[in-house]
């Protein structure tokens, strides 16, 4: 074979919208936008098409998700033209307090180890999408997955440089407390080595858990063997987890909450994940006069002081919505918004808030021949998660607690029972009470930026989801900090610097999100748009 390099790519590509008549699937690996295409051309619907490679994704994409993940849905039921939202986001143990975690000496959640890992949510989102919407059996929509972990499948290419870093951040924590980190280190390295581009990865103790999962409607991992190892494992190893946490643990269905922008509906679940954040940007932003071009730096800036102010109030006020002191309708009134845009001039804010930074999350969307369609979202917060993996099982933690506050005045402030402040937020455009179709964009507080620009550019500039996607993006990332990928206008750079904004050019835009977009055309087609980024793909039928 000729050598080559599969992460050296020196010329400039362009991918096109592509069009459907039936289905369409999305996600960043193209396998499991195929085993998503493959269960509706069998007669399935959205919901079993999502459910299945959202069970496949764990293995397809580890950096970013696994089987102790949560997940968080809106689906679409075309016949009842009605938005659900599904939270199958997980809580904290009980026996965890913010008091006890202070006490072992952290002023601020670690993101390795036992004490940010909280009940996995993703497992029950699974059985109950299938159970209220989906027309096959678990074991169907289980078995590409369980086939692909024995037969193993490659690593793509974007996971690479993502699995070599996270390996590092896993390594030190093994070095410190080996005990909780071993057997993850033992399935997710080769020798010692992060997985590369080309490498086969296979797991069959993940097929077998898969099988007991489909068998069992999932029930074994919260109140049978599944769930008995994870608890025993949990309490050799100085974790937290109880049966009761797990036998307690329920998704559950919400109200998705959104905002008209300049026509359209923008749907986002609602808190405890931060889709608000969405929302709130968007209601300061729309009555901003935008530059009829995308490409100028005043565009940029109203957009970057929208997403700031909104996202100075979401990580003060956004919690588990049963600890919120701030209504919902408030922090998305008019009012509140018109006061939030007043503080926008020329130069750049430095609003109080977090400083965020990306992490590990896969987005998937669905549509079939019926008209229902899926935005999914699956995470374990920073790629690998805690680090932690359950011995005899393919299940790997997440590490959504890290996202808890210590402070107990906060609304966020970790307490057993709890459901952290949560990053991943699928994403649904309408229009007039139709659908227009789900999108995403992945990579933890990039997410709600991701979703501002998405909507943006397809309503305000016009453009088609695959050039919505491809457009170049910014990330804030605190105070008048912004990162600038380096395919926008250097002029802009320029600027926006001197507006005030403490501008950086990023080499790699792989962790500038990663973007998934289905929209239904006024003639009944699907078009759809997957992330240049990574390793996306669109399977069409």
């Known amino acids: 074979m000729p050598e080559f390099d599969p992460r050296n790519y020196p010329y400039p590509s362009r991918r096109n919208a592509v069009y459907a008549r039936k289905a369409m699937a999305c996600t960043s690996i193209p396998q499991g936008a195929q085993i998503g295409l493959d269960v509706m051309k069998a007669g399935g619907n959205a919901v079993d098409a999502a459910v299945a490679m959202a069970a496949a994704m764990p293995l397809l994409e580890p950096t970013s998700n696994g089987l102790g993940s949560d997940c968080f849905a809106l689906v679409w039921m075309e016949k009842e033209k009605k938005l659900y939202g599904l939270n199958a986001s997980g809580a904290a143990p009980a026996a965890l307090s913010a008091e006890r975690v202070r006490a072992l000496g952290f002023s601020e959640m670690p993101k390795a180890g036992w004490i940010p890992t909280l009940v996995p949510g993703a497992p029950a989102g699974w059985a109950e999408l299938s159970r209220r919407f989906g027309t096959k059996p678990l074991p169907e929509l289980f078995a590409p997955a369980i086939r692909s972990a024995r037969e193993g499948v490659p690593v793509a290419v974007n996971l690479e440089p993502m699995w070599a870093e996270d390996s590092q951040r896993i390594g030190r924590a093994m070095a410190e407390n080996p005990a909780p980190h071993a057997y993850w280190w033992e399935k997710f390295t080769k020798n010692g080595e992060p997985y590369r581009a080309g490498d086969i990865f296979r797991w069959e103790e993940y097929a077998q858990t898969l099988e007991e999962l489909a068998a069992t409607n999932c029930e074994s991992y919260y109140r049978g063997p599944l769930m008995e190892k994870m608890v025993a494992f949990s309490r050799e190893t100085g974790g937290y987890f109880s049966e009761e946490d797990f036998h307690s643990y329920r998704p559950m269905w919400v109200e998705p909450i959104s905002v008209d922008y300049k026509g359209y509906t923008v749907c986002e679940i609602p808190p405890n994940g931060h889709g608000i954040t969405v929302l709130m940007a968007l209601n300061i932003l729309k009555s901003l006069d935008l530059s009829p071009e995308r490409e100028r730096a005043d565009t940029y800036h109203k957009i970057i002081e929208s997403i700031k102010l909104a996202f100075a109030d979401t990580k003060t006020y956004v919690a588990d919505p049963r600890y919120m002191k701030t209504r919902v309708e408030d922090l998305l009134s008019e009012d509140y918004a018109a006061r939030r845009r007043a503080l926008i001039g020329e130069r750049a804010l430095l609003p109080q808030a977090g400083d965020p930074s990306c992490g590990g999350t896969i987005y998937l969307c669905t549509a079939d021949p019926e008209g229902n369609m899926v935005s999914f979202i699956q995470s374990n917060y920073t790629t690998f998660g805690a680090g932690v993996a359950i011995p005899g099982t393919g299940i790997s933690l ?39 179709g789900p999108f995403g964009v992945m990579g933890a507080f990039m997410q709600p930026q991701g979703h501002v620009l998405v909507a943006v550019n397809t309503i305000d500039y016009h453009l088609n989801p695959q050039a919505a996607l491809d457009a170049p993006r910014f990330q804030w990332t605190g105070g008048r ?61």
């Open 398 to 436: 997440q590490n959504r607690g890290a996202n808890f506050s210590l402070d107990e005045d906060s609304d966020n402030c970790l307490a057993g029972g709890k459901r952290s402040y949560h990053t991943i937020i699928p994403g649904f455009l309408m229009k007039d009470g139709e659908a227009v």
């Open 481 to 541: 900090h912004v990162q600038l990928e380096r395919e926008a206008p250097a002029h802009i750079a320029q600027e926006l610097a001197r507006r005030g904004h403490e501008v950086e050019i990023v080499n790699s835009n792989l962790h500038m999100g990663r973007g998934q977009i289905i929209w239904r055309t006024d003639n009944g087609l699907y078009i759809g748009g997957t992330e240049p980024r990574c390793d996306g793909a669109i399977a069409a039928w």
